[in-house]
């Protein structure tokens, strides 16, 4: 981003000398964007925050492993100061910088990392010095509960990425109540506004998008897990998952849809690896159980209920997949489509197996070939490669569904590879005589 405005910088001057803009406007810019800075001093103060949230991991970890030593032989007292003595200490540092208006994020990610590491350790020692019991789950729960304040009081990232990581945990330890675990999507929800708060200045900054990564990533195991018994006792999980890789994809195209580098469209990576990821999986007509499902499933209203809820994101992302064949936008199109085409297969699924498997793989093989033909248009290696990708993932799959010989697939490997190898010398050199 930094080279970007370096260059508005530099243009600046010539866009007010002809009068294309006032030099009001110019004088605005600059207050908006403020200094570009430069790689290497980006590069320093991100070490700078990196090594405090490594420094008071370090320093978490070193009280551990002391109070370890002799633990045994202390009093419950003495124990008891001690568990909370750590956090104590860091919810002191962390009152200090809310009372000084220090905004340095080494300052608060660091602080931030040993207040959390700080709870969770004055939890669990409590806990083992009194003898209070408890399950694993109860522990996640508290922990990141307690932890998610802080991220919002600090303004602290790691406290919520460590707050996702603990509630899809909690998610999977429950496993005694499926019921429980729908409390899941209440818990994610507190998580939220975060990602707005983060984003309201630059969308684009490592913190927001750090922490989009892995708002998809344990998004995409929670759900599933917290639906398991729904999802598998009415048969509509390619309905579902379609739904949310789809829905994932959608709103990270529009959200980050100017993102210059490739880690900088989170959403969109995830829930694209995802529907083509579930696609491959689609198109094996094992996939699909034709004859379980029956509308006279629908019986109670805690199944309705239930079919309301499956149905959110697939609904949510089919009327943002209408809006991008509006606007045009193919790609979004091309990806997007997922969600629709779920409920069209799991409706042909339900009749025949073979309906459903068909319909995916026919929608591979176009998906791989219009990623392909943009790329080669664009001259874009990584979109060429992706769209290649795709249709070496489904051809290798139909190869390793039948029963060709180890010859046959021996040759289409190799058939595979010179072709990748091929395609991009091309573009290589296409590129090389462009410039």
């Known amino acids: 981003m930094s080279k970007h405005i370096q260059w508005l910088y530099e243009e600046l001057p010539g866009l007010v000398s002809r009068g294309v803009m006032p030099a009001e406007v110019a004088e605005r810019l600059r207050q908006h964007y403020g200094a570009p800075g430069t790689p290497a001093g980006a590069a320093k103060r991100w070490a700078i925050i990196l090594f405090s949230i490594l420094g008071a991991a370090l320093i978490g970890g070193g009280i551990i492993l002391l109070l370890a030593h002799n633990w045994e032989e202390l009093s419950r007292p003495v124990r008891a100061v001690i568990s909370v003595a750590p956090l104590a200490v860091a919810a002191a540092i962390g009152a200090w910088l ?36 408890g399950r694993f789950d109860e522990f996640m729960l508290t922990w990141s509960l307690l932890a998610l304040p802080v991220a919002y009081l600090l303004g602290a990232t790691l406290p919520a990425i460590l707050y996702l990581v603990g ?6 330890a429950v496993g005694h109540d499926a019921g429980q675990r729908l409390w899941y999507f209440p818990l994610l929800g507190l998580a939220l506004p975060f990602l707005w708060w983060t984003s309201r200045g630059n969308r684009y900054h490592p913190r927001p998008v750090l922490f989009a990564w892995v708002l998809a990533i344990t998004m995409s195991i929670a ?7 729904v999802l598998g006792r ?91 064949w509006t606007r045009r936008a193919w790609s979004e199109v091309m990806v997007g489509a ?27 093989f176009a998906l791989g070939i219009g990623t392909l033909v943009i790329g080669l248009r664009e001259r874009r290696l990584g979109t060429v490669n992706a769209g290649m990708a795709v249709l070496a993932a489904v051809i290798l799959c139909r190869f390793f569904d039948s029963d060709l010989g180890f010859v046959v697939r021996g040759v289409a490997f190799i058939v595979i590879g010179i072709g990748f190898l091929a395609t991009n010398l091309v573009l290589l050199k296409w590129k090389g005589a462009a410039k």
């Open 98 to 133: 809310l009372w000084t208006g220090r905004t340095s994020t080494a300052w608060r990610e660091g602080v931030g990392t040993f207040q959390t590491i700080a709870i969770g350790v004055a939890i669990s020692l409590i806990a083992q010095t009194y003898n209070l019991g």
């Open 223 to 229: 759900t599933g897990i917290a639906l398991e018994q």
């Open 167 to 172: 509630i899809t945990v909690w998610t999977g």
């Open 338 to 364: 997922v969600p629709a085409l779920a409920v069209v297969g799991w409706t042909l699924g339900v009749q025949s197996k073979l309906l459903g498997a068909g319909l995916f793989n026919l929608y591979l």
């Open 234 to 324: 009415l048969e509509v999980w390619p309905v579902f998952f379609g739904g949310l890789f789809g829905l994932l994809f959608l709103v990270g195209a529009r959200w980050w849809g100017d993102a210059t580098a490739a880690w900088q469209r989170p959403l969109q990576n995830v829930g694209a690896l995802g529907a083509v990821g579930l696609s491959l999986v689609l198109s094996f007509g094992d996939a699909w159980s034709p004859g379980r499902w029956h509308w006279e499933q629908i019986q109670t209203w805690r199944t309705v209920v239930e079919l309301a809820a499956v149905a959110v994101f697939p609904v949510a992302a089919i009327a943002l997949w209408v809006r991008s």
